[in-house]
């Protein structure tokens, strides 16, 4: 592990890496958009995924990729600079980051991939739709 991979920027890369490296840069986007949205709606409104990027990200049951048991979890750990795909997901995360990534997804806060049908997820209707997952606001 680098020393870096405690910031915002590494956690938020690991993060799109973990979530979305099949998904190509729109899908990145999209996964960036939704973690950018639950910090924001966090700051105003105290809801509980966390105030800052590394908090929504590392919040227990919310990305699949940080949880150890699941097969991506290691990968994630150890990628480095060398992979391509995690370059792209670095230079998303810093754009984020920046202000400078423009939000996609209609303000959705939640997503899900197309394979699977969450419990959450039936009774809305996605706000967006990008490669293999869907894409939801306003969840209760």
Same mark, same amino acid.
């Given at each position: 592990m680098t020393e870096r991979f405690f910031d915002d920027t590494d956690i938020l890369a690991r993060t799109l890496y973990g979530e979305a490296r099949g998904e190509g840069l729109i899908g990145i986007e &999209?996964?960036?958009n939704v973690i950018?949205?639950?910090?924001a709606l966090s700051q105003q409104h105290a809801l509980w995924w966390g105030k800052t990027v590394s908090?929504?990200?590392?919040?227990?049951?919310?990305?699949s990729c940080w949880t150890p048991s699941d097969k991506n979890f290691?990968?994630?750990? %150890?990628? @480095?600079?060398?992979?391509p795909i995690f370059r792209l997901c670095q230079r998303v995360a810093t754009r984020a980051? @920046?202000?400078?990534?423009?939000?996609?997804?209609?303000? &959705?806060?939640?997503y899900h991939s197309k394979k699977v049908n969450p419990a959450w997820a039936r %009774?809305?209707?996605?706000?967006y739709e990008y490669g293999n997952?869907?894409?939801y606001r306003e969840v209760a």
């Open positions: &999209a996964v960036a950018l949205n639950r910090v908090e929504v990200c590392l919040k227990p049951f919310q990305f290691y990968r994630l750990i %150890r990628i @480095n600079d060398e992979n980051l @920046n202000g400078a990534l423009s939000d996609i997804t209609h303000g &959705a806060t939640h %009774r809305l209707t996605p706000v997952h869907l894409f």
